[in-house]
């Protein structure tokens, strides 16, 4: 399915994902005193991220093992840049 | 273009229709890469700190220097340097790591003022700005300047002294570098009109910090290389997934993957937040 397509179907997943980030955002703005909530709320937009993908793909019915694997690594990707900087390490 | 850059970054048909940075064995090498400079990082900081570590690269005095150039664009006379608000200043980022609070009044109730008089400095007026995680006296200042209470501060036309500090230490269990800025005006120097009350704690000593007041530059802060990396990537990728939807899109490519938009998404939000945390606080 082309991506137009894609989003012309599942407008509502993409909405979705955006409340996702945007609430996430929200949070990490708001505590920015506080580095451990911070932590926990990068890890929350992660997993919901690695979520929504297999939900989405499962709704297209093209959901395979390698798909999620993608949408982990990504996350993982997110998670490990943010901890570098979060931490100063 | 050469043929690499192509298959890298471009979608073509010798990368299946994707990137090859977008991957997952390019993601998986990425943060392999990524893990072990980070490893590598903090190796290097603890094995050679005075190549690689996070003294300060703040000196007080261009921090004096460009709050006077403020304060000359705004028609205001330049504040001298004052060696008892130098102090003030030190003791008090000195209790801020002692105490690990980041506030102008501590958590036992100490106020500003108070290492103002104990530094030997009486005042008739007295005002205090606090910045921490900046790396540069330019953004200090321009942060400063565009809050309006810090403003007000800088660019008050009843002060005459100023006293900066600039003091490495831990604070939540983070390297940082705490920026305190002091003004006054001495009682001798005016009719005495006495500011406010202000409730005495005697602060705990000073721990295990270094105060850079005899500022010798020489090291390379880890954070700022971190930061140009974390950064970087995340901009690499967010420009490859772009391209790699526009070029979906324009040539009706059909492909069996993740959704390149919404890891586009995904990566913005994760550049809003690394600039979020990654830029020092004032108050």
Known sequence: MTFERDFAHHPMHYFTLLCIMLVGLWGIFWFNYSRAVQLGIILSMASSYVVWGIVHHAHHKDLHIKVVYEYILVALFSVLIFASLIFRA | ?283
Do not use: C
């Open chain 2, 1 to 283: 273009m050469p043929s690499f850059i192509r298959h890298l970054l471009f979608p073509h048909e010798s990368n299946n229709q994707r990137a090859k940075l977008l991957h997952p064995s390019s993601w998986g090498l990425i943060i392999g890469l990524f893990t072990i400079f980070q490893l590598t990082i903090n190796q290097l900081t603890i094995s050679y700190p005075q190549v690689l570590g996070y003294a300060s690269q703040i000196a007080p005095e261009t921090v004096i220097k460009l709050t006077n150039l403020k304060r000359q664009e705004n028609s205001l006379p330049p504040l001298q340097s004052n060696p008892e608000l130098s102090a003030a200043a030190a003791q008090k980022a000195a209790d801020m790591f002692a105490r690990n609070y980041w506030a102008h009044i501590s958590p036992v109730g100490t106020q500003p003022w108070y290492f103002i008089t104990t530094a030997g400095y009486t005042y008739r007026y007295a005002g205090e700005n606090l910045a921490r995680d900046f790396s540069d006296p330019n953004a200090v200042v321009d942060a400063w300047m565009a809050s309006p209470s810090h403003r007000d501060n800088l660019l008050n036309s009843h002060y005459q002294d100023i006293g900066i500090a600039v003091v490495d230490g831990t604070l939540d269990g983070r390297e940082t570098t705490l920026v305190v800025q002091m003004f006054g005006t001495q009682l001798s120097a005016a009719p005495a009109i006495t500011q406010g009350a202000v409730t005495i704690v005697k602060p705990i000593q000073a721990a295990s910090t270094t105060s850079t007041m005899n500022y010798e530059p020489k090291t390379i802060n880890p954070f700022d290389i971190t930061k140009l990396v974390s950064l970087g990537l995340i901009i690499i990728f967010i420009a490859v997934l772009t391209v790699d939807i526009i070029s979906v899109y324009r040539h009706k490519i059909v492909r069996w993957t993740s959704k390149s938009f919404a890891h586009l998404l995904f990566l913005l939000a994760l550049l809003i937040a690394a600039l979020i945390i990654s830029k020092g606080q004032i108050i």
